[in-house]
Nanobody
Framework: QEQLVESGGDLVQPGGSLRLSCSGS????????IGWFRRAPGPGKEREGV??????????LYADSVKGRFTISKDNGKNTAYLEMGSLRPEDTAVYYC??????????????????????WGQGTQVIVSS
């Protein structure tokens, strides 16, 4: 069974850090770019693209809201992608999802908005930033 599983979500104080993991099973993440998305709590909140990394881990991009605070990485040997989150703010509170899109080498901004080509999604992991 092909699946992605996120882990690492937690309750953290403002200014703190977390590392989220996205582990793949049943398929080879080396063939896929990985995107991180989040959905904040509350009515009418849209899913937001946070970061994207190309299949070989060299090309990355970030939403303006997290640029300079979050770092995406990928270890194809471990079939796992990561999202290092620092200087966390209450507005980073959300369920974070990872997703895989096949064959993408270069991280393009449109892939943080158009998710139609993503073939695999995780179940999400909760991040709460609060004092």
């Amino acid at each position: 069974q092909e699946q992605l599983v996120e882990s690492g979500g937690d309750l953290v104080q403002p200014g703190g850090s977390l590392r989220l993991s996205c582990s793949g099973s049943g398929f080879n993440l080396a063939e896929y770019a990985i995107g991180w998305f989040r959905r904040a709590p509350g009515p009418g909140k849209e899913r937001e693209g946070v970061s994207l990394i190309g299949r070989d881990g060299r090309s990355t991009l970030y939403a303006d809201s997290v640029k300079g605070r979050f770092t995406i990485s990928k270890d194809n040997g471990k079939n796992t992608a990561y999202l290092e989150m620092g200087s966390l703010r209450p507005e980073d509170t959300a369920v974070y999802y990872c997703a895989a899109v096949h064959g993408i080498l270069f991280a393009r901004p449109f892939l943080l908005e158009d998710t139609r080509d993503y073939s695999h999604w995780g179940q999400g992991t909760q991040v709460i930033v609060s004092s």
